[in-house]
């Protein structure tokens, strides 16, 4: 398998892929390591799981280079993602003895004494992203790990030396290989680990692959969470700083190339604001510097996936025939590597596909709205349901607006964000299933109900 480096082009490397057979075994092994792992002291997979924290910290600057050359992240958005995924792992840490230690009693008949137990589901598939692999995967294999599931962890093969790390690291942290074991290649490979009766199922990536991997997946009922797509929209009210919160949404729209699940996809700003919104955002939108990632200066890069630049150009030519205004952007830059520039479109509706599919790409459209009543339709109006935020200076307006959305996560005031003390879950095509917080420790384990009479 050749790891193509997306800002040049260039071979960085080639990679053996997993094989059907080499797959079996590896289940076969992650098997038989699952029950001597789940006996194990939580002390002690706390502890390892501790030093594979400290691990990432100290390796920082050669896991970032190694993100940056291979998915085209800057290099500072590849740092920052390293530096914050030790907090994340620190808060399962933090709370998973109380979560397992936990016996409900509940109120049983005389005679009779009742009790809940939890344990863990067995051998976990770990299928993860490449857009943000540390965060994506720890949010997976850490609370998976400390429960007493082994893991079977499968990168995605546009961040496979990525993926790699993370092994080599779980190794040096005491781990044991067939406790923590990555499974290497594209779609095939993930097939052929999903022909295997695995206990969880745990995917990253767009509804339709989701789609495909539950349908897999199936014959053997494994536990399933997918963690997928969005199309997540802000509403900017009249009463904000407009400059700030076009600087703020730009940041929310464009980061990460605008490649993150929760990035800003959509635009509705109030009629009596919306041309001094739009002025403030294209400005900032200009502003961005797009270039090599390992580039200090640089806050764009290229597109992760080659395949991603015609579906954006295919948004923005219906765009533009449907009557949209092209603001900036709008095209392929003429240079080796997957670059597209920037792309900001007012006058848009949601006759447009730019306003209706995934775009995963730094391409933003923006529309006037009458009112809250418009504007609320409007965000509701998809098959998705990952985050929605609205930037307003009354708490209640926000709050009253944002009930209505259906959505995993909503924002007053800001976007784009995740914290480890909530859970991150989405609606209708934006998935199934939670991770982080404490529904993201739970869902590595499964109920045990005590009948017990003296």
């Known amino acids: 398998m050749k790891i193509i480096n997306p800002a040049t082009e260039?071979?960085?490397?080639?990679?053996?892929?997993?094989?059907?057979?080499?797959?079996?075994?590896k289940f076969e092994k992650s098997k038989l390591s699952q029950t001597c792992w789940r006996l194990s002291k939580l002390e002690d997979r706390i502890s390892k799981i501790?030093?594979?924290?400290?691990?990432?910290?100290?390796?920082?600057?050669?896991?970032?280079?190694?993100?940056?050359?291979?998915?085209?992240?800057?290099?500072?958005?590849?740092r920052n993602e390293i530096k914050a995924t030790p907090d994340r792992i620190q808060f399962f840490i933090d709370h998973v003895r109380e979560t397992l230690s936990a016996e409900e009693i509940a109120g049983a008949p005389a005679g009779m004494k009742e009790r809940i137990t939890y344990e863990p589901i067995?051998?976990?598939?770990?299928?993860?992203?490449?857009n943000y692999p540390y965060f994506v995967g720890s949010n997976v294999y850490i609370p998976a790990l400390l429960a007493g599931n082994t893991v079977l962890y499968k990168p995605s093969e546009f961040a496979t030396m990525t993926g790699l790390e993370v092994a080599r690291l779980m190794k040096e942290a005491g781990i044991p290989e067939d406790v923590f074991t990555p499974i290497i290649g594209g779609g095939s490979v993930g097939a052929s680990l999903l022909s295997h009766p695995l206990n969880g199922v745990f995917f990253t990536g767009s509804y339709a692959t989701g789609v495909k991997i539950a349908q897999a997946a199936a014959?053997?009922?494994?536990?399933?969470?997918?963690?997928?797509?969005?199309?997540?929209?802000v509403y900017v009210c009249e009463d904000v700083d407009l400059k700030t919160a076009a600087e703020g949404i730009a940041d929310g729209a464009f980061y990460n190339n605008g490649q993150s699940c929760c990035s800003v996809e959509r635009i509705y700003v109030h009629n009596s604001v919306y041309t001094e919104f739009l002025k403030f955002f294209v400005e900032t939108v200009r502003g961005f510097k797009?270039?090599?990632?390992?580039?200090?200066?640089?806050?764009?890069?290229?597109?992760?996936?080659k395949e991603q630049v015609a579906v954006l150009e295919k948004q923005v030519n219906d765009a533009v025939s449907k009557g949209a205004k092209l603001e900036c952007g709008g095209k392929k830059i003429s240079r080796p590597g997957y670059y597209f520039e920037p792309t900001v479109f007012s006058n848009v509706n949601h006759s447009m596909v730019l306003m209706r599919d995934e775009s995963f790409g730094p391409i933003i459209g923006i529309q006037s709205v009458e009112n809250d009543e418009e504007a609320t339709k409007l965000m509701n109006d998809t098959a998705y349901g990952l985050t929605?935020?609205?930037?307003?200076?009354?708490?209640?307006?926000?709050?009253?607006?944002?009930?209505q959305i259906q959505s995993g996560s909503v924002y007053w005031n800001c976007c784009d964000?995740?914290?480890?003390?909530?859970?991150?879950?989405?609606r209708g095509y934006s998935g199934v299933g939670s991770t982080l917080s404490w529904h993201g420790i739970m869902a590595f384990v499964q109920p045990k109900a005590w009948h017990l009479r003296g």
């Open 290 to 305: 797009l270039g090599d990632p390992l580039d200090e200066k640089n806050y764009l890069g290229p597109l992760t996936r």
């Open 122 to 130: 067995g051998v976990v598939a770990n299928i993860s992203a490449w």
């Open 388 to 403: 929605a935020g609205v930037y307003t200076k009354d708490a209640k307006r926000a709050e009253a607006i944002l009930s």
């Open 417 to 426: 964000r995740v914290s480890p003390r909530l859970p991150w879950t989405g």
């Open 10 to 25: 260039e071979v960085l490397t080639e990679i053996q892929e997993d094989t059907p057979d080499t797959v079996k075994k």
């Open 50 to 78: 501790s030093l594979f924290r400290e691990l990432l910290i100290s390796n920082l600057p050669v896991l970032a280079e190694t993100l940056s050359k291979e998915t085209g992240k800057p290099i500072s958005q590849a």
């Open 219 to 233: 014959a053997s009922l494994p536990k399933l969470q997918l963690e997928l797509g969005g199309k997540d929209p």
